[in-house]
Structure formats: structure tokens, C-alpha cells
């Protein structure tokens, strides 16, 4: 059976017992344990998320890790920014291994990477694939196989509470915050946390449960009309997190999605200094750069993906990162992988200085309108008509960005043709500060687009 296809940009993952199965969690694991061993690395950390068949791939990821001579923490389930908290403040812990197909449905699950700072694999993550398919899999002698220590997770999620708690700005008021919690990870902590911070929650899915009865969890692509609904009649803003704790998607009290790029000029505004660097993906709308740079922050665009923001952030000493996808990145702490638990405490407790409402923040920033779609385009020539489109674009508009496909920016706007690394198709995204420019741009370029590809399928 073909597998290469479960070997992605940021993970592994796949169809549990389909196409991931505990033996290739096992090489891949030992494969990471020896590139860690090659960096003099001597222990690392292993947890993952509450999804059914998780356990079984911690468990071979131990043996994978140990079996190359590496000592392992084992600490079960985490949100994964619980876990790369306790890889980053460990000076034994030289990297990670969590498993967890994060919004995917139930039936699918995979494995992360991460560095000694929390961040995860990105190149090394070719280097696994590489050595896998090679089938370089280097095991110790018998007398020299690691060692695993058991952490109880509970010990790891109070040191994660009490750091929150003791960096963030504190409340002058009680919140009341609907949750919807997903039947994911972010419950192991979310509960306790708001209470600690002296809010009160209605929690919504906050069960424990990797069948995911609630429906895939994934805050953006299930059925949000439930929250979005209760925000609206209650008045009162609420949160939704993804299976493994690392998406954070925000409704105000009117029952509105907010934009993560609105969240991410929310914290600039009330954590970062003056000529800070706030770094966003190129699928993110240019209101968050043109707005940024209106407040007095510098702004650097990225690839979409965690591990090219966490190398951005370092790159440029970057402060804040904000992903369209509601990832959210917060090294003004002094870590550099993503937090979506510590952000949303964040926007809650800034919420509770002010008499705004969530709903009053997003309309302080805005407007602005989105249009996302996909155009259809086969394999063989999806990257050329990218290259096509890009020499058009430099040809004809003074700033054109190339970071992650083609992105055109505009007085008030901008248009992004990506092309999908997945699936046979270019993803685009056009925005402005009204619907009616939106629509105009997205119609314009995408014509400019399919016309390239109609000339290439001639």
C-alpha cells in the first residue's frame, strides 16, 4: 500500500490502522530520536491529544524513542500547547513527539515533531521521510535502550495554569464566556483556568470524548451555528478550540466569527511597544498589515504553516504571529510556538479592563470583507499557471508578494492565488474594506488566473 501520501509538510498523519499504523509510528519515532541523538540531545518528551486511537501511537512512539536510546517523559493527554509549555521550560527535554490529527475527523490520526523550544520539525521533517523510505532505522545495543519516567499530566497542566495566571494581565471584572470545548484537549485545562482567572463559563462539549460525538472538531468547519446562536441571544462572547488545543476560533455577542486577523491587532494594540514585529501568514487579509502598521508595528509576512511562523517570529524577533486559521503566536512571553489556550485567556481578561464588547473591538478595526475560493486545476500544470500568474503580477503592480504563491496588495486590499499542496486545486483569497471592492477583485484576478490556465490546457 502506497504511504508516502501520510509524510506531510508539518506532521504525519492518516487513517488510523489504514494508512498509519503503530509500526510506522514506531520507525518514524526512532528516526526522530536519532536526529535528535545526532544533535546531543539525550531525553525527550512524549504525550498527544484524547482521540481513541491515540494511545496506541503514544505507545509505539515510546518504543520507537527508547529503542534508539533515548530516555522518554511520558505524560498523557495534553492540549499540545501544554506540551510544548513543558518542552520549553525543561532544560533535560530536548524535543517532542505528540500525537494527534488535530480537526481531523475521528477516524484519522498522525504524529508532530517538535524542537527543544516547543516549535515543531520543519525541514527535519523531510530528513524523517527521507531516512524512512531508506529504511535508516538505527536501534541501540540491548544494555543501552532508554529509559521512560512517567509525569502524571495533571502536575504539567497546573505548572501551565499557574504560568498563565502569573504572566498575563489580570481582570478588573468577571466575564461570563460561552465554551465550546469540542470533546477535545482544551478541556483538560480550559475549565480550571477561566475559574483560576475568576470567570465564569458556559461550557458547551467540554466532555472528554476522541469518538467526537459534537461533530469534527474543528472550530471553523463544524456546525458553528450552535455557538454563534448562543453568543447572540445570551449577549455574551464565546470561544471554540479544535481537537488538540491549538486553534482558538472567537464569536462576539452579536454571534459573529471573528477574524483572527481582529484578534491579532487586539493584542498588538494592548501587549507590544511601538516598532514591534507582528508577523502574519499570506493568507491572512491585508487589513492586519495595513492596520498594524497604522498603530506603529513593523509587519512581516510567512508561509502558511506553524513551523515556518515559529522560524518567521525568530527570524525577525518578532513579538506577536497570527495565522488565519486562529492559530496564534505569542513570543512577547518568550516562546515561539503557538498558544491558542493562553491567547483566548488573554483576549478575555483584556476584554474585562475595558467597558467594549467583543463585538465593539470588531467593528474599532474594521470593516473589511473576505472572499475565499478554490479554483479547480489539475496537477501537471497548477504550479506552472502559479509561475504564469506571478510574472503577469510583477509585470503589471508595484508590490507583489511571492512568500507563499502570488499576492497582489492593493489600496485597501489584496488578492492571494495559492496553490494547494494536497489536492488538485489553487486556493484564492481576495479582501477589502468593503464587499462590493471585494467582489470586483476576486473577479478580475481570478479571470486574469483561469485564463492562464485555459491557455496552458490548449
Given amino acids: ?40 540531545g539525550r531525553c525527550v518528551a512524549i504525550s498527544g491529544d484524547v482521540r481513541a486511537s491515540t494511545m496506541s501511537f503514544i505507545y509505539a512512539s515510546v518504543s520507537g524513542v527508547i529503542s534508539a ?158 455557538l454563534s446562536s448562543l453568543t447572540a441571544q445570551t449577549k455574551k462572547p464565546g470561544i471554540a478550540y479544535d481537537g488538540d488545543g491549538d486553534r482558538a476560533a472567537f464569536f462576539d455577542e452579536n454571534g459573529r466569527l471573528v477574524p483572527s486577523e481582529i484578534i491579532g491587532l487586539f493584542l498588538a494594540e494592548n501587549l507590544l511597544k511601538a516598532n514591534d514585529v507582528i508577523v502574519y501568514n499570506t493568507m491572512c487579509s491585508s487589513i492586519i498589515r495595513r492596520k498594524a502598521e497604522e498603530m506603529g508595528f513593523r509587519t512581516v509576512e510567512c508561509r502558511v504553516g506553524d513551523v515556518f511562523m515559529s522560524e518567521a517570529l525568530k527570524k525577525h524577533q518578532g513579538k506577536l504571529g497570527v495565522e488565519e486559521s486562529y492559530h496564534f503566536f505569542l513570543p512577547v512571553y518568550g516562546f515561539y510556538y503557538d498558544d491558542a489556550i493562553m491567547a483566548s485567556t488573554l483576549v478575555i481578561n483584556l476584554l474585562a479592563q475595558t467597558e467594549k464588547t467583543l463585538a465593539n473591538i470588531y467593528d474599532s478595526y474594521g470593516p473589511f470583507h473576505t472572499i475565499r475560493m478554490n479554483i479547480g486545476v489539475s496537477e501537471d500544470i497548477k504550479f506552472l499557471a502559479i509561475d504564469k500568474f506571478k510574472e503577469w503580477a510583477l509585470n503589471n503592480y508595484s508590490e507583489v508578494s511571492v512568500v507563499d504563491g502570488v499576492k497582489i496588495y492593493l489600496d485597501n486590499g489584496s488578492f492571494l492565488a495559492r496553490p494547494s499542496n494536497t489536492e488538485p486545486l489553487i486556493r484564492i483569497v481576495a479582501d477589502a474594506d468593503n464587499k462590493n471592492y471585494a467582489e470586483e477583485i476576486i473577479t478580475k484576478f481570478t479571470k486574469k488566473l483561469e485564463d492562464i490556465i485555459a491557455s496552458l490546457t490548449t
Avoid at 504539567?156 to 481582570?171: K, L, V
Avoid at 475568576?198 to 476522541?210: A, E, K, P, S, V
Fill in 69 to 226: 536510546g533515548l530516555h522518554t517523559y511520558l505524560t498523557y493527554p495534553l492540549p499540545i500547547p501544554t506540551f510544548c509549555f513543558l518542552i520549553w521550560r525543561s532544560k533535560q527535554i530536548a524535543g517532542g513527539a505528540y500525537v494527534t490529527a488535530s480537526h481531523n475527523p475521528p477516524e484519522y490520526n498522525g504524529i508532530r515533531f517538535r524542537r527543544g523550544d516547543g516549535t515543531g520539525f520543519s525541514s527535519e521533517n523531510l530528513e524523517v521521510k527521507e531516512r524512512f523510505f531508506k529504511g535508516i532505522v538505527k536501534y541501540a545495543e540491548w544494555h543501552s535502550i532508554g529509559r521512560v519516567r512517567r509525569i502524571p499530566n495533571k502536575r504539567i497542566i497546573e505548572q501551565y495554569i499557574d504560568f498563565i495566571n502569573s504572566r498575563i494581565p489580570g481582570a478588573s471584572k468577571s466575564l461570563s464566556v460561552i465554551i465550546d470545548g469540542k470533546n477535545g484537549a482544551a478541556n483538560l485545562v480550559i475549565t480550571e483556568l477561566f475559574a483560576k482567572l475568576g470567570h465564569r463559563i458556559l461550557g458547551i462539549n467540554t466532555n472528554i470524548d476522541g469518538k467526537f460525538p459534537s461533530g469534527m472538531p474543528d472550530p471553523l468547519h463544524g456546525d458553528t451555528s450552535h
Fill in 1 to 40: 500500500m502506497e504511504i508516502g501520501h501520510v509524510f506531510r509538510a508539518y506532521d504525519i498523519r492518516g487513517i488510523a490502522n489504514k494508512d498509519l499504523t503503530p509500526d510506522l509510528i514506531l520507525k518514524a519515532s526512532n528516526i526522530f530520536a536519532n536526529l535528535v541523538s545526532e544533535n546531543n
